[in-house]
């Protein structure tokens, strides 16, 4: 049948007129369904066939086989996690010259007060929706009414319940994740969804784990994302999760409340983007330990507190760089007395609490000016431009925000990721790079040597901290990381 | 000016105590070494009283002193902490110029752990690498290996040189290689082949962090380590070039931090 003879019998069905506009017609059968109520007899028709589609994309795993898997309890755990916290913050309010609006931020990374107010607008109704890595657009989450949180955990105190299930031999930001669901502890509970992307092999196997504890849902995530059938392919992937997620929340996303959502985004990574420019001319205001508080508090926190919140840290830092006494180097968050050695953070995710290596090199007389991680700057720089704002034009800005400036490791190429670097490395004036690599994060591992060499060439030394969450090697780390400071510390010397 | 360098390792705490002669030149005055055990402050101050008691001084004598190794933070009188790879390259910069040579790879053999440092002319270290946290390949594996062949490290050399059939040792791990080493011995194997086939594993070890590196010529080998002459002579078959180590090579370390202490009351 000729699409002009269905435009002719019926002008108000969906279906047909987006086959008469759409010059790609295999969108077709993700377009349409669940939008139509009005259909003409042929679409009717057309329908039916659709809705078999429809039901098995609800669900992403066949439970052919599912398992049971028990929950443990154990009130200590709650207890370490505590202590570790403390620990932390501790050696945090060691350093002078903290902005005073920094302990919000520990406030929602330590005590329950983000987690009671969750629970009760999930009382309310709302769902909450946990996420992993940064390719899930938190955009159409907004946007159906729902909550994201990101899952990606730092805790060293869950790991040992996580083993009972994974393998001892995976990374460490796996199963301490993982462990908070084992434990059925803090946000992984509360959440009536988990979406993961299929980045790395871990993340790919524990969604099939998780779920037969609770519904997950896969973002499938191209290896390539430079190619265009990637692109294609990725923003079918998110046109997928947006109907998804309609249909889980039963709120539609329109044109209205997406661009809503994004501008709100938008204005989130503005404000971040703004700090972090200040950092740029003033690198000792904000220590990186500081830095990263604020942007992991986002990962949890009521988006528009938190922007609200930041806008006043930004003003409260603005003010001290007016201070003239403020701008020589023995003022800083670090307890810094000469001029300091700037280093550059990359690598595999530091997450909250696991802040061992930064406890170290931040009380040596370096400091990180910038880092390139997925925990850090890299999850609230990139904003999604759009230029056509129909719901199909945000979703294409939406898509591809999300995947093309990624640095992730898990993309077959690294090219972005040393561009990014050598940039950074230019723009923040870095003496030195600073390589965190998770134990068993292969992808991390790999991609140093070429990096190492890269940037050997360009003068850049480069030492790489192989660990993990556990505190067992602190002190050979301290070994290496003051004696790679005494060495740049010389090299400075001689210039 | 006199100026001591502490270095409390993790198996034995060296202290050495230099006089400043000229622009270029020490003296060493005093040395001395005893057992880390559990308390390293203790010990670090018990050798220090020693190595000044052999010279009549007092600790008041002393213009700088800097700890260094794994114990550094332990102590309280010092001037400064500086880790071990740096004292490691000032110390052995100036004990290769007295020799007349110059050192750009140093292989540091301690007890917990095994260093190779790289340096550029001027004796700055340019690079380094440290094993990971087993002690696989380090003194301590060298250790157990002692104690479970019965024989002394002092004696490993002669051993490695009467060699007639070597064995392969094929665990890295000292936990796993212990157990490889007394089967070795309950099937009759020669104590000399077996020696020469952990001697050479050591070296297979340090030989696989070199390359982590740019391995440059002149290599000198120092730390606890390479008073033992079995592993010099497998790292020297190995690499096919004569290998450097000093006469008291567990000192160099503390020799540097007792340098780089007269350097620094300099510039005070
Ligand atoms: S770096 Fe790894 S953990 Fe981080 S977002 Fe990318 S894939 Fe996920
Ligand atoms: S750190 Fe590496 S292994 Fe771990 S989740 Fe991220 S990408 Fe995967």
Known sequence: MKPNFWIKICSKCFLCKYVRTSKDKT???????????????????????????????????EQRYKIEIIKKTDINVVQNIKETNKKILQLLHKNHNRPSTISYYEEILTSSLRLDELKETKRNGKKIIGTFCIFVPEELIYACGAIPVRLCAGSYDTISYAEEVLPRDICPLIKSSFGFKILGLSYFELCDLVIIPTTCDGKKKLAEILNDMMPVWILELPNRKNLTKAKTFWLEEIRTLKEKLEKFTKIKITKENLKQAIKLLHQRQMIFRKLYQLKKTYPLLLNERDTLLIIQASFYDDIKRWIEKTNQLYNEVYSLTLDSKHLNSKFSTQNITTQPIKLLLTGAPIIWPNYKILNIIETTQATIVADELCSGVRSLYDTTEVDDWSTEGCLRALAYKYLLPSTCPCFTESNDRIDKLLQSIKDFSVDAVIYHSLRLCQLYDIEFYKIKTVLKNYGIPILKLHTDYSPEDTEQLKTRIEAFIEMLKNKNQLK | MITAGIDIGSVTTKVVIIEKLNSKNYKILSQAISPTGCEPKKSAEETLKNALSKIGLSIKDLRYVI??????????????????????????????????????????????????????????VVDFVMNDKCAAGTGRFLEVMSNVIGINLDDFGTYY?????????????????????????????????????????????????LKQIEEKDVIFFCGGGAKNEGIKRALEEKLKKE??????????????????????????
């Open chain 1, 27 to 61: 969108k077709l059968k993700y377009k349409v369904f669940n939008k139509i109520k009005l259909f003409c007899p042929i679409c009717r028709a057309a329908n039916y066939s659709l809705k078999k589609i429809e039901t098995t994309h609800k669900i992403d795993f």
């Open chain 2, 67 to 124: 700890s260094t190794g794994y114990g550094r933070r332990t102590i309280e009188f010092g001037n400064e902490t500086i880790t071990e790879i740096t004292c490691c390259a000032k110390g052995t910069f100036w004990l290769c110029n007295n020799f007349g040579i110059k050192a750009k790879t140093i292989i540091d053999l301690g007890g917990q752990d095994t260093k190779i440092i790289s340096l550029d002319d001027e004796g700055n």
């Open chain 2, 161 to 209: 040189t009467n060699a007639k059939e070597p064995v392969k040792i094929n665990s890295t791990c000292t936990v796993f290689a212990e157990s490889e080493v007394i089967s070795l011995i309950a099937q009759g194997k020669q104590k000399e082949d077996i020696i020469k086939g952990i001697c050479d594993s050591i070296a297979e070890r340090i030989l696989n962090m």
């Open chain 2, 243 to 268: 290998i450097y180590t000093p006469q008291e090579p567990q000192f160099v370390v503390a020799l540097g931090a007792a340098i780089i202490g007269t350097e620094r009351y300099q510039n005070l």
